[in-house]
């Protein structure tokens, strides 16, 4: 018998399905490239022809996406690698990672963007007249990223990827910045001159907006951001649910790419045996996993005494001293080699200690009993001992 803390961790990336995962990603990727390549240039040469400077800068936004589809492919190829020695966590970061980038340069793209609109605001000889084809170009761009979004959407939501799923949400907001484009345009052409520059310049702020929330997301993924509290709540009632778990504390989540991590400190009964108390964290950890999607590994701290505001037990010397305090205690009394085992139960700042003591060891019950007094007697004299239990066998 005895109390244990049990770590028990090892992280396995979901390595059976990332050669898939990554193939998804590539490809949804790869189809939004070529496409956003065909935009960005459909565009560029329309918003020249047509002078409509709110269409240029959409070309820019589909410029920026095929920049970023190719970041995406590079960040899902390196991101999916299986853990190794020097990171034992895996490669999935490298997605955050790269989702910074992506958000800091959208949010240089449309800062850039937006400044040459305003400049031209404020110098009416510079503003342009667009034609009628831009609002052709402008509706092509809208049904084709429209389109892209939701395809990207499923196989995000399909892999579980984070990156895809904020790609998607990038192509949205292209087909969105067109819509603002047809408006501006048409606007111009009814007699506006200004509303075509407006147009370019809430583009811009658009385009800054997307990189802002994807940069912010991932830098507090990098900093180790807990899961959001409804999912907390989930993993809470699942261990809870656990039985041999009687409470918990310090439970903590982070991100880790598109998976998560947890580790917990569960209360347990201090006297069950070590065997007990680790087949009760495999279970924490087996059906956390199982019930929430997300959690790829979970460390379970198993606590024989509640520890979250104090650690009463830390400084109690270990088994070899406590043991050769209690032996010494003992040399004088007859019956020593009936000893069969000590147990130690470090609780409450003291160490209880249950001694297994063979029927032989005396000639009659009665000696026996009056041999496990004297032991209990002589064990309580020893500094840091608590309470003292014989058992007879």
Do not use: C
């Amino acid at each position: 018998m005895g109390s244990a803390h049990d770590h028990h961790f090892h992280y396995i990336p979901p390595a059976a399905g990332d050669d898939a995962r990554y193939l998804a990603s590539k490809r949804v990727t790869l189809i939004g490239a070529v496409i956003n390549l065909l935009l960005a240039l459909g565009k560029g040469v329309v918003g020249w022809i047509a002078q409509s400077q709110a269409l240029v800068a959409d070309a820019v936004h589909s410029l920026s996406d095929l920049v970023t589809d190719v970041m995406v492919v590079i960040a899902a190829k390196h991101g999916s690698r299986d853990a190794d020695e020097t990171h034992p966590y895996g490669h999935a970061r490298i997605e955050t990672a790269v989702t910074v980038a992506l958000g800091v340069i959208l949010i240089l793209v449309g800062a850039g963007i937006a400044w040459d609109a305003i400049s031209r605001l404020f110098d009416p000889n510079s503003l342009l007249v667009p034609g009628a084809l831009a609002l052709v170009a402008a509706a092509v761009s809208v049904l084709a990223k429209e389109g892209l979004y939701r395809y990207t959407l499923v196989i995000a939501r399909r892999v579980r990827s984070n990156l895809l799923r904020a790609n998607a949400w990038h192509h949205r907001t292209d087909a969105i910045s067109s819509i603002v484009v047809i408006v501006g345009v048409a606007g111009t052409m009814a007699g506006l001159p200004y509303l075509d520059a407006i147009a370019a310049v809430a583009v811009a702020l658009m385009i800054a907006k997307v990189g802002w929330d994807l940069a912010w997301h991932s830098l507090r993924e990098l900093v180790d951001t807990a899961l959001d509290e409804e999912r907390v709540e989930a993993i809470r009632e699942t261990i809870t649910g656990v039985d041999g778990v009687e409470s918990l504390h310090m439970l903590r989540t982070r991100r880790m790419g598109s998976d998560a991590l947890a580790d917990v400190h569960i209360l347990v009964n201090p006297e069950i045996t070590v065997s007990e108390g680790h087949h009760i964290s495999e279970t924490v950890r087996t059906r956390v996993i199982d019930r929430i999607p997300e959690v790829q590994d979970v460390l379970v701290h198993i606590d024989p005494e509640d520890d979250e505001t104090t650690r009463p037990s830390v400084d109690l010397p270990q088994r070899h001293e406590l043991e050769a305090r209690l032996r010494a205690s003992w040399e004088a009394l007859p019956g020593m080699v009936g000893i069969d085992r000590i147990a130690l139960h470090y609780l409450d700042g003291k160490v209880s200690v249950d001694v297994y003591l063979s029927l032989g060891a005396a000639e009659s019950v009665e000696e026996l009993r009056s041999l496990g007094r004297r032991l209990q007697a002589a064990a309580a004299a020893v500094e840091d001992i608590g309470a003292v239990r014989v058992y007879y066998f």
